[in-house]
Nanobody
């Protein structure tokens, strides 16, 4: 059975850092494009970052470029999202997900078919 489990969320002060993890079972990350999405209260789920399976390159939404880094450790079948210089507007539930969609569609959450349960990130002083 395919399962993704996120961890690493929590409460952090503005300017702080968190490292999210997404551990998979029944899914081999190296065979998929992996994405991180987030959803804050009253807003739609938005794309944050993705690591595409075809070229292993990372793609980010403009709001997090230079602050967030997505990476993958195939040995432990885990994907990470390192988040630095966090700001209150980064507060959201963060989800990891996988897809095999073409590169042009990686920002579309409807193209992802396995999702984790999410981990809460709160940035507040």
């Amino acid at each position: 059975q395919e399962q993704l489990v996120e961890s690493g969320g929590g409460l952090v002060q503005p300017g702080g850092s968190l490292r999210l993890s997404c551990k998979a079972s029944g899914v081999t990350f190296s065979q998929y494009t992996v994405g991180w999405f987030r959803q804050s209260s009253g807003k739609e789920r938005e794309f944050v970052a993705s690591l595409h399976r075809s070229n292993n390159r990372a793609y980010y939404v403009d709001a997090v470029k230079g602050r967030f880094t997505i990476s993958r450790d195939n040995a432990v079948n885990t994907v990470f999202l390192q988040m630095n210089s966090l700001a209150p507007e980064d507060t959201a539930i963060y989800y990891c997900a996988v897809t095999r969609v073409v590169l042009s569609a990686i920002r579309d959450s409807s193209q992802y078919y396995y999702w984790g349960q999410g981990t809460q990130v709160t940035v507040s002083s």
